[in-house]
């Protein structure tokens, strides 16, 4: 069965920490891996990642992916309250008529004044 | 680019009502969008994908005659729960993918609350 496991599910550090959030898969037919922010609202998207060792950037968050090793992170430095959101990973699949998004649970990142 | 809008952004109503809920991509044509559903504190969980001018296709446990898409044109798709009862109530979301390989672009959500 395909699967997407985030890691940590929860994590709490002050302004100006560094964090990196992980997220492992375990899917057939891996197409790309996608990193979403979510906040009060729906997910608004950060990164796709498709081919490894490419590292994407974006202001102070950063994520690369490892096709061998199956896993990516999400690196985000000198953290800022605003970054307190929950982290979405996902996985898309070359499924043909039937693709869609393999969801991990998410990273609750808090960051503290 | 790759605006997607989703309205209502908020629903409160009664036990019986049909409720629709539209979900627009403003800047792109989406032949495919995504209709998910979430429970507070737990992740998004797929619903139905939404192709314009054919059925859409549900996930196992999804009841198509409860929940009626429509994706008309490519740029607006409609759900809607019929006849909703109050565990229909939750956060649903639309996403549209502006092409083969580029990713989900969601809407804000609409909560519905069923009295």
């Known amino acids: 069965e395909d699967k997407v496991v985030q890691s940590p599910l929860s994590l709490v550090v002050h302004e100006g920490d560094t964090v990196t959030l992980n997220c492992s898969y375990e899917?057939?037919?891996?197409?790309?891996l996608l990193w979403y922010k979510q906040e009060k609202k729906a997910p608004t998207f950060l990164f796709m990642l498709t081919s490894s060792g490419i590292e994407k950037k974006s202001g102070r968050l950063s994520s690369i992916l490892d096709k061998k090793e199956l896993f990516s992170i999400l690196n985000i430095t000198a953290t800022q309250t605003g970054d307190s959101a929950i982290y979405l990973c996902a996985v898309d699949l070359n499924a043909g008529n039937n693709r869609k998004l393999i969801w991990g649970l998410g990273t609750s990142l808090a960051v503290n004044p | 680019g790759a605006v997607v809008s989703q309205h209502p952004s908020r629903v409160i109503c009664k036990s019986g009502t049909s409720v629709k809920i539209e979900c627009r991509s403003l800047d792109f044509q989406a032949t495919t969008m995504f209709w998910y559903r979430q429970f507070p504190k737990q992740s998004l969980m797929l619903m139905a994908t939404s192709n314009e001018g054919s059925k859409a296709t549900y996930e196992q446990g999804v009841e198509k005659d409860k929940f009626l898409i429509n994706h008309a044109s490519l740029t607006l798709s409609t759900l809607t729960v019929t006849s909703a009862h109050p565990e229909d109530s939750s956060f649903y979301i639309c996403?549209?993918?502006?092409?083969?390989?580029?990713?989900?672009?969601f809407g804000d959500g609409t909560r519905l609350s069923i009295l």
């Open positions: 996403s549209a993918r502006r092409g083969t390989n580029q990713p989900q672009h």
């Open positions: 899917v057939t037919n891996f197409r790309s």
